[in-house]
């Protein structure tokens, strides 16, 4: 019932392609914003698609297979853990950030190769 605890599944579609980046030990890291859609009809009987975005972040493994196979566009499902984290921005002021760590990724659709 641990597992239970902080667990996130997402399905839906990247908004921009991975951003990659290598830590200082050699570690991969992979950003990208997955965009879920809900669909639902109002009180008024109107079909109304509601977006929502998530961060998410892929270490190792998951991140590498997210530069090879994953794009703009790219539908995917992950599954992971909220993370909250903080930080100083160079203003000084105080920022406040809600990520997926990514444990698990699925590839729904083949990179668009810059299509």
Partial sequence: ???LQ???QL???LGNNPDIRNTESGKKMARVS????ENYRNAKGENV???QWHNAIAWGKNAELMEKY?????????EGKLINRNYTDKDG???YVTEVQVNDI????????GK
């Fill in 1 to 3: 019932m641990n597992t």
């Fill in 6 to 8: 902080n667990k996130v």
């Fill in 11 to 13: 399905i839906g579609n």
């Fill in 34 to 37: 997955i965009a879920t859609n």
């Fill in 49 to 51: 698609k509601e977006t």
């Fill in 70 to 78: 994953l794009s703009k566009g790219s539908q995917v499902a992950i």
């Fill in 93 to 95: 002021v105080k920022r």
């Fill in 106 to 113: 699925l590839f729904l659709s083949a990179k668009n190769n």
